[in-house]
């Protein structure tokens, strides 16, 4: 049975209100704070894709490519270097998340659960029909097409017919948090997180699952106390992989040693974290940005002016940590103290989608749906 929705924000909202007076101001989003000018974010190009973004939805670069799609049901190829649309392509009336990508073929999903791939010209190649809806962005590569499902589910389709090749199935609470969320790749396995605080590496071609482990343990009496999915990017650096949960752990793993565990810290996450090669960086469910060693979990810093401002899944550009937010903003923090140092609107109103790191800076994807390239000057 497909889990039952909770919408981050409500989550958040109602864990901070519940019992207090409707003059309670904490979980108001911080204002926009002074600060001394280190770095000047600027916008490289933008290109328009369609209407509407939510939480299904991140861009994908491959190459000189960015692939990316909106709600109003249009997918777009965009050149990285220049910024122009190369095509846009109407394929449904509504999406529900996208764009998962190899350069051959691009994949979405609509909210009855159809996924939908093209070729690298925007044509429709085939479409099929997944278990359940489906609001997780989709993994293109080594032939196949991935879709998580709502009903905890895991299943890959031919990459070139649409042929349903496997599918993986783990039993999952009774309800599920609707946060972003994308797979990753390590050693030729697929990473997927799972509600219930699972992380499953996956052989793309059986569906094998090669190993499985455990980011949180729902805790708590009632259904929305044991909420604790893993959210956002899987992050691998190297041999090591490292996942986050709402209600639940930072935690990263050592591929190369059959998934131990390198380290762990309590912490809840809404939208998940990114890494360098020094630290990770992720950001509560506060908005609290932290930092910690990547070798040992130990804690570098903590900044929270950007308290309640409902950030996004970050990313690093150089020597700074990049995060949007519920007004359009992008965030430049110091990758070394957590310094805010910088700060650019991109309009379009909140940002759900996570700031990607790729050649010439950061790749946005605004509530509008388009597509921005930040530079740091």
Known sequence: MPARWLMWVAIATSLVLAGCASSDTRNDPAPLTQYTPQVSPAIGWRAPVGSGSSYGFAPAIVGNAVFAASRDGKVARIDAAQGTTVWNSQVAKELSAGVGSDGQTVAVVTPAGE???LDANGEVKWRARA???????????????VVRSGDYRVQAFNAANGERIWSVQRPGPALALRAPARMNQIQGLILSGMPGGRLLA?????????????????????????????VGIPVVRGDVFCAAAYQGRVICFNA?????????????????????????????????MHAYELEDGDAVWVQ?????????????????????????????????????????????GAIFAPVQTMTGGALVQAGDSSVVLIQLN
Do not use: C, F
Not at 131 to 145: L, M, N, Q, R, T
Not at 341 to 346: A, E, K, L, N, P
């Open 115 to 117: 996924v939908i791939a």
């Open 304 to 348: 929270d002016a950007l308290r309640n401002r409902r950030v996004t899944e970050p990313g690093v550009v150089g020597s700074w940590v990049l995060v949007g937010d519920l007004d359009g903003y992008v965030h430049a923090l110091s990758a070394q103290t957590g310094e805010l140092g910088g700060r650019i609107s991109v309009g379009g």
């Open 202 to 230: 996956i052989e793309p071609g059986s569906g094998a699952v090669v190993w499985e482990g455990i980011v949180a343990v729902p805790r708590g009496a009632s259904d929305l106390e044991r909420v604790n999915d893993v």
């Open 256 to 288: 190369k040693e059959g998934g131990r565990t390198v380290w762990a810290n309590n912490l809840s996450s809404i939208v998940g974290m990114t890494a360098d090669n020094v630290r990770a960086y992720v950001p509560d469910n506060r908005d609290r």
């Open 131 to 145: 278990a359940s809806e489906v609001s997780v962005v989709p993994w293109v590569g080594d032939g196949v097409v």
